[in-house]
């Protein structure tokens, strides 16, 4: 089944305790994308790949970082998490010509 | 910062209403895009629309994409309660790989 995967789905930690949320997609998509939804702001953009090892910033990239190792895979760091950063987190992948997102379940982090 | 602005933000109808949801914005997209989301699932794309004056259909949902490629709408005839959920426009900048988001139409139906 095509899909994008991400873990873990629930998290909840103290403010400056480094974490990492995981996204997998097995539909061989070059595009990545990372972001973040709040109440009345609807989703914004952290980071986006173009590819294996090109990275690129979206809207709100501050006290976020992403690396893309491989094609599948496009985790998100938070170094030192902070009580703004609390959010539900979408990862999304498409083929590069469309753009067309496809999401993952989210997942959703509360910083104490 | 580009933005693209949707309205409006909440709306609450009974079945078999007509409605109309917009996507605006002073910059021009590639393409724009439509999803729509249920609680506690990410959104699932509904449409893609690429040219100037583009109109598509999805069953009782309409699309339109703006001649200038600036603004889009969605129409929704008849809705039905089925039709409940958060609905999204998205600009495409550019082929460049940024996405812009509107900030939702939640959408509730009751029978």
């Known amino acids: 089944e095509a899909q994008v995967t991400q873990n873990p789905r629930y998290l909840i930690t103290v403010t400056g305790k480094k974490l990492t949320v995981t996204c997998s997609q097995n539909?061989?998509?070059?595009?990545m994308s990372w972001y973040r939804q709040d109440p009345g702001l609807g989703l914004r953009q952290i980071y986006y790949?173009?590819?294996?090892?090109?990275?690129d910033k979206g809207d709100v990239p501050e006290g976020y970082k992403v690396s893309r190792k491989e094609k599948r895979n496009f985790p998100l760091i938070l170094e030192s998490p902070s009580p703004n950063q609390t959010s539900l987190y979408f990862c999304?992948?498409?083929?590069?010509?469309?753009?067309?997102?496809?999401f993952g379940p989210g997942t959703r982090l509360t910083v104490t | 910062t580009q933005l693209l602005e949707q309205s409006p933000q909440f709306l609450s109808i009974q079945e078999g209403e007509n409605l109309t949801v917009y996507c605006n914005s002073s910059s021009v997209f590639s393409s724009l895009q439509w999803y729509r989301q249920e609680p506690g699932e990410g959104p699932v794309l509904l449409v893609t629309v690429v040219t100037g004056g583009e109109v598509k259909k999805l069953k009782r949902l309409t699309f339109q994409f703006g001649d200038a490629r600036k603004d889009s709408s969605l129409h929704i005839t008849a809705a039905q309660p089925g039709d409940t959920g958060l609905y999204l426009c998205a600009g495409v900048y550019n082929q460049g790989g940024k996405l812009i988001f509107g900030q939702g139409t939640e959408l509730s139906v009751k029978p």
């Open positions: 539909m061989n998509h070059e595009y």
């Open positions: 999304a992948s498409s083929l590069q010509r469309t753009y067309e997102q496809y």
């Open positions: 790949s173009m590819n294996v090892e090109v990275t």
